[in-house]
């Protein structure tokens, strides 16, 4: 077909230059060209209905089962036996736990980012991944949910967490960090269930009706509410899932600034830093993204949706790890230079034994991870070719959860006074609970490009050349 | 449609398009015409069918804004009742109403609100969930998820009859025209 070879009339490109323009200027489309409504269906809700799941998956599948296998033994023995198996002691009190909670939450991030800021900025290339980034936000945020609810101890009392009228006359403490975050994270999980669940709501609706099987037409047309398209439901639709982002947007910037409280709200030298707010989101972009690129590589090569998450999107969030990045990074340099501004030698002291003191190792690994490995993505050839990409996402995963092990236990290993100086080590139950999370992780993902549709397909249709309508004046 | 209503003749007629320019153009003709009970279905939105069918105005707006303000004052409340009034702690010497410790859990609670009225407003305005409606009963219509788009003008519009119905269908060039049984 001759309208194969055209470039897709979304673009938009130039016309007045006389000249045409080099190749390296011409940004890769959003969606290779060729595809129509229907072949865009098909080939989306097929990966859900039709085809046998590749191998890549059966592995995904099973690594994740045998994940959630070693979470319930840990969570098991840790509520049998209690916190006291963990490495957390006298002075270091927060240690995986808090950790793995953070780097979580903050992988979760880039999902809301993706779905709900770049909507509102207009960024059309969010549209292939933004569904798979959002399922990712939710999975992420289960397995950070676990951690804290289990540092509790006692995680069958965890609903006094939550404000409730009782016989014991008492409420929480709504002055503290803690009870915020509480209020924050629990918000952040619903809202994004509901963003999620509207924007599949029509998508819903296509396996319904591609579905042979009974079960599948009874389950997905259940889910999918009995929607049908209509002009005015769309209407509503689109307000409402507009207005949601603009909700979302404060909110997941608010997730992470409350996150951050936690430990700027503290007295503790190194966790006292008014400019923790901006760094911890920047940080949650930037590992979200990361995760995003770690996922979405093999999954477009499994599923074979080149055609649909194209170099063009990985090269963008190629382009947002390098910008976040270095506002990370910006923040490490910060971090020094008020540790010696303020004058104040446990601040000065604290910041020379992060750099220098034991754990030095983890701070220099940390800057390689941090600080050097995204300025890969300056380089065009790094950021459009999947190997780097993987390479670089790679290591902002390791540095972001280094990043976290470097606020946590190095500020608080060496209290104000030496006689409570100590080391933390996580434990072998340390490390199989965030092993068994990212197994939660892995199986949850698994379970969702099997049954759900990974992206968008109603907003991939309105992405087509053939999706323009426009009214006639009249 | 409600439920006890006698059900008789038709819901409507509906005819298929293979595009959305044509089904915008249909139901602007279908207004032109005089037509008020229409309805259009498409597999995405389609900016400006829902004026073209007669539809401009949500409420949706006023209910986010209600149920922020409402989880707003909310979360407040709840703070203050609890910390003030009930539970008094001192914290730090600080006053028992100080309020700007409230404000991110405030915050949240009208997030919260707001969104549970955005996405509950928006299925209880739309009538859903709604298992049955009379358009799932023609069979094409399971490509209106797909890549088909269908106009149906409904019997209980003033000037709807059958035969001019489908005479005025014709003339939009449609791929096919139906009825929609009850």
Redesign the interface.
Same mark, same amino acid.
């Given at each position: 077909m001759a309208e194969r070879d055209q470039h897709p009339q979304h673009e938009v490109r130039p016309t007045t230059q006389a000249a045409p323009l080099p190749a390296r200027f011409i940004p890769s489309p959003m969606l290779e060209p060729g595809h129509?409504?229907?072949s865009v $269906?098909?080939h989306i809700s097929s990966i859900v209905l039709r085809r046998k799941m590749p191998l890549g998956w059966v592995f995904l599948f099973f690594v994740g089962l045998m994940g959630v296998g070693v979470l319930g033994l840990t969570v098991t023995k840790l509520i049998f036996v209690g916190v006291g198996i963990w490495g957390i002691n006298h002075p270091v009190g927060w240690g995986f736990d808090i950790l793995n909670f953070v780097w979580w939450i903050g992988i979760g991030h880039a999902g809301t980012l993706i779905s709900a800021i770049l909507l509102l900025l207009r960024q059309e290339w969010r549209t292939s991944i933004n569904r798979f980034a959002e399922a990712m936000t939710l999975f992420a945020v289960a397995s950070a949910g676990l951690y804290p609810a289990l540092h509790t101890g006692r995680p069958w009392y965890d609903y006094w967490l939550f #404000?409730y009228p009782n016989t014991m006359?008492? *409420? #929480?403490?709504?002055? &503290? #960090?803690l009870? *915020?975050d509480v209020?924050?994270v629990s $918000?952040y999980a $619903? %809202?994004s269930l509901?963003?999620w669940? %509207?924007g599949l709501v029509?998508d819903l609706? $296509?396996l =319904?009706? =591609?579905s042979r099987s009974k079960i599948g037409r009874v389950i997905y047309?259940?889910m999918s509410?009995? *929607? =049908?398209?209509?002009?005015? @439901? *769309? /209407?509503?639709?689109? /307000?409402?899932y507009l207005? +949601?982002a603009g909700? &979302?947007t404060? +909110?997941v910037l &608010?997730v992470h600034t409350?996150v951050s409280?936690d430990f700027a709200v503290s007295n503790l030298p190194g966790w006292h830093a008014t400019f923790f707010p901006p760094y911890f989101v920047a940080g949650a972009v930037y590992a979200g993204f990361a995760m995003v690129l770690t996922l979405a590589i093999p999954a477009r090569k499994l599923f074979k949706l080149e055609d649909f998450i194209t170099m063009r999107h990985l090269e963008n969030m190629g382009k947002v790890m390098l910008a976040t990045g270095m506002m990370v990074f910006y923040s490490y340099v910060m971090e020094a230079f008020f540790s010696f501004y303020s004058g104040n030698t446990f601040e000065r002291y604290m910041w020379t034994n992060r750099v220098t003191g034991p754990y030095w190792k983890m701070y220099a690994m940390l800057i390689v991870c941090n600080g050097l490995a995204p300025q890969l993505m300056w380089i065009k050839r790094c950021r459009t070719s999947t190997t780097w990409l993987m390479i670089g996402a790679m290591f902002s995963n390791v540095g972001m959860w280094l990043e976290r092990f470097v606020i946590i236990p190095t500020s608080l290993h060496r209290d104000f006074l030496p006689s409570s100086w100590g080391m933390y080590h996580g434990t072998i139950w340390d490390w199989g609970m965030y092993i068994g999370s990212m197994g939660l992780f892995c199986f949850l993902l698994a379970l969702f490009l099997k049954f759900l549709p990974m992206i968008s397909i109603?907003?991939v249709?309105?992405m087509l050349p053939?999706?323009?309508? /426009?009214?006639?004046e @009249? | 449609m409600g439920i006890g209503k006698p059900i008789e003749g038709t819901y409507g007629i509906m005819a298929e398009f293979n595009d959305p320019q044509s089904l915008l153009d249909a139901a602007n003709a279908a207004r032109e015409a005089g037509y008020k009970d229409l309805d259009a279905y498409s597999p995405f939105p389609i900016h400006g069918l829902s004026d073209a069918i007669g539809f401009a105005h949500t409420k949706l707006s006023a209910v986010i804004l209600a149920m922020g303000i409402i989880g707003g004052i909310s979360g407040f409340f709840m703070c203050w009742y609890a910390n003030v009034i009930t539970y008094p702690l001192n914290i730090g010497g600080k006053p028992y109403n100080s309020w700007p410790a409230w404000i991110p859990i405030t915050f949240e609670c009208a997030i919260l609100f707001a969104a549970f009225g955005a996405v509950l407003g928006m299925l209880a305005l739309n009538g859903l969930p709604m298992p049955y409606h009379p358009v799932f009963n023609v069979k094409r219509f399971e490509n209106a998820s797909r890549d088909r788009f269908f106009l149906v003008i409904q019997s209980r519009d003033p000037k709807f009859d059958t035969d001019s119905v489908y005479k005025f269908m014709d003339t939009l060039k449609p791929r096919e025209v139906v009825d929609v049984p009850w």
């Open positions: 129509n409504f229907a $269906t098909d #404000p006359g008492i *409420w #929480p403490q709504f002055r &503290s #960090p009870m *915020w209020f924050a $918000t $619903t %809202v509901l963003f669940y %509207v029509p609706a $296509t =319904r009706d =591609r047309g259940a509410l009995g *929607w =049908r398209g209509s002009a005015k @439901h *769309w /209407h509503r639709y689109e /307000h409402a207005l +949601l909700l &979302s404060p +909110l &608010s409350i409280f109603f907003e249709r309105t053939e999706a323009q309508a /426009h009214a006639e @009249h | -």
